[in-house]
């Protein structure tokens, strides 16, 4: 918890720094055909979750009861893996400033992440194996290739559904909260003398950093997180999930009864699976229409939300009831007993499909013309 609002505060009070910086440095989304905000709004808010990121992971680093975690290194530099994943952090978050200022291309982008995944990659954050029957068979090449491939769709996913004022940090503190949660009860599970782990600090960093930045980042936005944002999120809550995944001990979990063991796969991809339908769903819809999977629409889940009648703040609101149905049941599975698990969500998905589907009630005819004229729908550097 110290972790977190050390991250939240520290990102809190950078954003307005961050905010005048881009405006100085024009550092601006402007409005666009595809856009419907009326007023052109900085960006590079990445840069002050960067900085809670590392303020937080540096105070992480001088407490005794993290000593652990910070202690071991599987790194050819000797970085220990939270240093590992704040450096690689650091270096997409510079690519991500780049290509606020000056639009860089999305080949440029998408090798500066593969360099950057790769770096974290090389030196700890890889996965090894998959936690369903310890299943190692693949040459360590072939791993290195899974890892860099997963960074790379994870950032490029959050990317994607980064189009609402709010949306992607409040998803991903969601559903990192649950995470986090699994996390720290695993370590309680598969170790009987020290509760930390790596994976619980790195979650708690990310957690307090939307936090702290969602204040600015709520419709009507301040700022927007730009690439510098959804880059670094995305690549550190994957390096969560490969550490979750790839690295532990599923001998230990299913000895002791607790976790299932094929909760480990499931959890990663209930915490992105909104930003993952989303930009599957788009690419296949612009390949379809001959077109390039990078090409800007007006398509995306959060777009159709609006057309169903949603306001700004309701869209927002519906997409975290989405992510909290999805990943907060995968948690419970380490608690209540399967059938519980599917009754809960069975009920919760009730609900939330009332809440999506509720402005269908005489309201979508009137939302084409004046809900999307008066609600602020941003889109960043990329689709």
């Known amino acids: 918890m110290l972790v977190v609002l050390v991250a939240a505060a520290v990102t809190f009070l950078v954003t307005p720094v961050v905010r005048r910086l881009a405006l100085r440095t024009g550092a601006i989304t402007a409005v666009r055909a595809r856009d419907v905000h009326t007023a052109p709004t900085p960006r590079l808010g990445g840069l002050a979750m960067l ?38 952090a650091t270096l997409v978050c510079l690519l991500g400033m780049a290509d606020d200022v000056w639009d860089l291309d999305w080949m440029t982008k998408l090798v500066g992440q593969v360099l950057a995944a790769g770096f974290m990659a090389w030196n700890g954050v890889q996965l090894y194996s998959l936690p369903v029957g310890g299943i190692t068979i693949a040459s360590s090449r072939t791993w290195l290739f899974l890892t860099i491939l997963l960074v790379v769709i994870a950032m490029n996913a959050v990317n994607f559904v980064d189009g609402l004022d709010g949306l992607a940090a409040g998803l991903i503190a969601i559903g ?109 819809r612009r390949l379809l229409k001959g077109k390039s999977p990078f090409h800007p629409d007006r398509m995306h889940l959060h777009h159709r939300l609006l057309q169903l009648g949603h306001s700004h703040r309701r869209a927002v609101f519906v997409l975290y009831l989405w992510t909290a149905l999805i990943a907060l049941p995968a948690v419970l ?33 009137a939302t084409s013309s004046s809900t999307v004229r008066e609600t602020t729908v941003k889109e960043e550097a990329s689709p």
């Open 176 to 284: 990192g909260g649950a995470f986090f949660v699994y996390t720290y009860l695993l370590t309680l599970t598969a170790s009987e003398d020290d509760y930390s782990n790596v994976a619980s600090l790195i979650i708690a960093c990310l957690v307090g950093a939307c936090l702290g930045f969602l204040p600015h980042n709520l419709h009507p936005a301040r700022i927007f997180m730009g690439d510098s944002g959804s880059m670094v999120i995305g690549l550190v809550i994957a390096a969560a999930a490969i550490i979750v995944t790839g690295q532990i001990n599923p001998a230990i979990v299913s000895q002791r009864q607790a976790i299932p063991a094929f909760l480990p796969i499931i959890l990663p991809l209930a915490v992105l699976v909104l930003p993952l339908l989303d930009m599957g769903l788009a690419v296949v």
């Open 333 to 365: 599975l380490v608690v209540w007993s399967l059938p519980a698990v599917l009754t809960t969500f069975a009920v919760g998905a009730v609900v939330v499909i009332l809440l999506t589907l509720g402005p269908l009630r005489g309201r979508r005819a």
């Open 51 to 88: 900085a809670g990121i590392a303020v937080a992971t540096a105070v992480a680093s001088k407490l005794s009861f993290l000593s652990g975690v910070f202690s071991g290194s599987a790194s050819p530099l000797g970085l220990a893996v939270p240093w590992a994943v704040l450096i690689s």
